[in-house]
């Protein structure tokens, strides 16, 4: 049983700035692919970022290509999102998972999830 715990959310302004993390435990996290999700109120889960279990293929939505960052430190076993030049559009909780299907960005095909880390961009 895996367990995925997310911080880092918060409120800030647009075009700032924000790093969530995700430490995972109880599962092999340098065999597993992570995604990062999001979901705004009234919407559905939306895929925003992938990488794979080495870190050599890594996905990004269109929405976020160019301002978000994925990485990963297998020895710690984390899985960080740098988020920069946020917008209000961006305003949702942010979700990690893990999955064992390399590069999947349907959130269908992952099998544990953290609690949400809520992000609000103010404009």
């Known amino acids: 049983q895996a367990q995925l715990v997310e911080s880092g959310g918060g409120l800030v302004q647009a075009g700032d700035s924000l790093r969530l993390s995700c430490v995972v435990s109880?599962?092999?996290?340098?065999?597993?692919?992570i995604g990062w999700f999001r979901q705004a109120p009234g919407q559905e889960r939306e895929f925003v970022a992938v990488?794979?279990?080495?870190?050599?293929?890594?996905y990004y939505a269109d929405s976020v290509k160019g301002r978000f960052t994925i990485s990963r430190d297998n020895g710690v076993k984390t899985v960080n999102l740098q988020m920069n030049s946020l917008k209000p559009e961006d305003t949702a909780v942010y979700y990690c998972?893990?999955?064992?299907?390399?590069?999947?960005?349907?959130?269908?095909?992952?099998?544990?999830w953290g609690q949400g880390t809520q992000v609000t961009v103010s404009s």
């Open positions: 998972a893990a999955s064992s299907r390399r590069g999947s960005i349907v959130g269908s095909e992952y099998d544990y």
């Open positions: 109880g599962w092999f996290l340098s065999r597993s692919t």
């Open positions: 990488i794979s279990s080495s870190g050599d293929s890594i």
